[in-house]
């Protein structure tokens, strides 16, 4: 279990979900059920965090007068009107 | 023709014509008659050149016709012209005049049949797929939760306002990052090439940086329908290639459902629209989110289980009988050892009472008023007794001495031995009894005669009584 780099979600969600499976067959000793239960927590906790830590954020990126990779927020409202370049409304 | 046959006739008779003169005139007469055709037929012979320039023949059964289609002009034409197509070719004839030499100057081409388009579709599309472009193995999965997500479409399309408008709906924590490109029309394709790699490098130098964050996990290419043309940048080999060789995982989303691009079939996941491609991007927050939920409840649930029939365990190991054995043991340990505890208690307490009221009466015995009192009562009897004996004590004891002398006289005056002395006898009968009457003896009786100096036995011979 590496610490040093947050795991990938994918990958947390796939140890808690073993862990949830393992404690459910119920064949641990109430040991070892304990010790994964503490893990099983922290997994779901770090799952969480993933979730809800990041915020919906629309942006754009273009090229700046020096042709630099700029980042600013995007608005879909004001900055999309109706197109000249036009693909056909879906 | 009459007027030019006429004129060559007018020649004859006159001087004849060079060869240039007369290269000439054909070449003149030709290029203007046909200065705009149409031809169908088959090629044979394609030669692209290093130039750019083609080169090929067109024939039918019976006729050949020797074409060229420069540069400027295919570069306009979808497909690749191979032998054995049949196409319709529209030009003009040129005349070559150092070789005596005519052919098509073709300006524009398309396949008989299918459509150009269709055909430049089909060719790039197998020429991809010869190259191992669509396998299976070099697809990408497309991530479960996408932090990032990257959009390349022309921002005055339908696809960027559908794209968000589902991503606004349906997540809480999706990150867009738009990049612009013009996706129809001259130049398209490059635009697209260029913003696929400009969000790769933007991703490179994030990674490069350690700005995890900044990193882009997935990619929409795209835009809404339209027709065939409109949409063809979608099918365009640099596009393609560019999207195979992007690092960050792509989904294609071009037109509607029944659209299919090259784009599609080398992308990591074909999105039928650009809305599908925003839901598949978008549809795992909520669906994670249950599911995570429902994880953590189940782990929470189970380890409740595990420590619940620990207990029970516990317990009924507890209600064992052996348990029950030894409780009752203790108790009846506990009975006894109350009841022992009990008689001690009873005991000690009598027999401190009884110490008690023994030093109480000791106590009362020796208390100055009752031994001064005993003290005066004896004194008092003591005194009296002193007073007696000094008046009494002479006269008793002469009375005594007296008494003592009577009675020595007369004990002495009555002793049998003195009696016995003077003569008398003492009978006794057989039993030892004092025979006092002659009545009591009858003849025969055995007589013991106590003498004043021994005993005489004798036998009565008669009694007579007084």
């Known amino acids: 279990m590496g610490n040093t780099k947050p795991k ?33 927590v922290k997994l779901s906790r770090e799952c969480q965090d993933r979730l809800t830590q990041a915020e919906r954020r629309i942006e754009i990126l273009m090229r700046d007068n020096q042709g630099r990779a700029a980042v600013r927020p995007f608005d879909p409202e004001s900055e999309l009107s109706g197109g000249s370049d036009g693909d056909d409304s879906q | 023709m009459q007027p030019l046959l006429s004129s060559l006739f007018d020649q004859t008779e006159r001087q004849p014509l060079s060869v240039s003169e007369l290269t000439g005139m054909i070449r003149g007469e030709l290029e203007k008659r046909f200065s705009s055709v149409w031809v169908e037929g088959e090629i044979s012979n394609f030669r692209a050149h290093g130039s750019g320039h083609w080169y090929f023949t067109l024939k039918d059964e019976f006729a050949q016709l020797r074409s060229a289609c420069y540069r400027s002009s295919n570069q306009r034409i979808r497909f690749r012209p191979e032998d054995g197509l049949q196409v319709r070719a529209r030009g003009r004839l040129g005349v070559y005049e150092q070789k005596g030499e005519y052919q098509l100057i073709v300006e524009a081409l398309e396949p008989v049949g299918a459509g150009a388009l269709q055909l430049a579709f089909e060719q790039t599309k197998a020429r991809l797929q010869a190259e191992g472009l669509f396998a299976a193995e070099l697809k990408r999965a497309i991530p479960l939760l996408p932090r990032r997500v990257g959009v390349i479409t022309s921002p005055s399309g339908a696809a960027i306002r559908d794209i968000l408008n589902v991503i606004s709906r349906r997540t809480r924590t999706v990150h867009v990052l738009f990049t612009s490109a013009r996706v129809q029309g001259d130049g398209a394709a490059q635009e697209i090439v260029r913003a696929i790699k400009f969000l790769n490098d933007f991703h490179a130098r994030a990674l490069k940086d350690g700005r995890l964050d900044d990193a882009i996990d997935v990619m929409i290419v795209g835009r809404g329908g339209g027709s065939i043309e409109d949409l063809w940048a979608f099918n365009e080999e640099v596009v393609a290639r560019a999207i195979r060789s992007s690092a960050i995982p792509v989904i294609s989303a071009v037109g509607h459902e029944t659209d299919f691009t090259i784009a599609d079939f080398v992308a990591d996941l074909r999105a039928p629209t650009p809305s599908a491609a925003a839901e598949i991007v978008a549809a795992h927050e909520a669906q994670l989110c249950s599911l995570l939920g429902t994880l953590t409840t189940n782990l929470a649930r189970s380890i409740r289980y595990r420590i619940a029939s620990s207990r029970t365990e516990v317990q009924e190991l507890a209600l064992s009988p052996a348990f029950d054995a030894v409780a009752a043991r203790l108790h009846e340990a506990m009975v006894a050892t109350g009841a022992a505890e009990h008689r001690l208690r009873t005991a000690i307490t009598s027999t401190v009472q009884r110490a008690q009221r023994r030093v109480g009466a000791a106590t009362h015995s020796l208390s100055p008023v009752h031994l001064s009192s005993a003290v005066r009562a004896a004194r008092t009897r003591f005194e009296s007794l002193s007073k007696a004996r000094d008046a009494g004590i002479a006269t008793r004891l002469e009375t005594a001495r007296q008494q003592l002398a009577m009675l020595a ?15 008398y006898a003492i009978a006794h009968d057989a039993q030892g009894h ?8 009858t003849i025969g009786d055995a007589l013991r005669l106590r003498l004043w100096k021994g005993v005489v036995d004798c036998r009565v011979e008669g009694t007579e009584n007084e």
Do not use: C
């Open chain 1, 8 to 40: 990938n979600f994918e990958t947390s969600l796939e140890e808690l979900e073993r862990i949830v499976r393992e404690l459910e067959q119920g064949e641990l000793t109430l040991e070892k059920s304990l010790e994964l239960f503490e893990q099983g």
């Open chain 2, 409 to 423: 006289a007369a004990l002495d005056a009555m002793s049998p031995l003195k009696v016995l002395e003077r003569g």
């Open chain 2, 434 to 441: 004092i025979v006092r009457e002659a009545s009591t003896m």
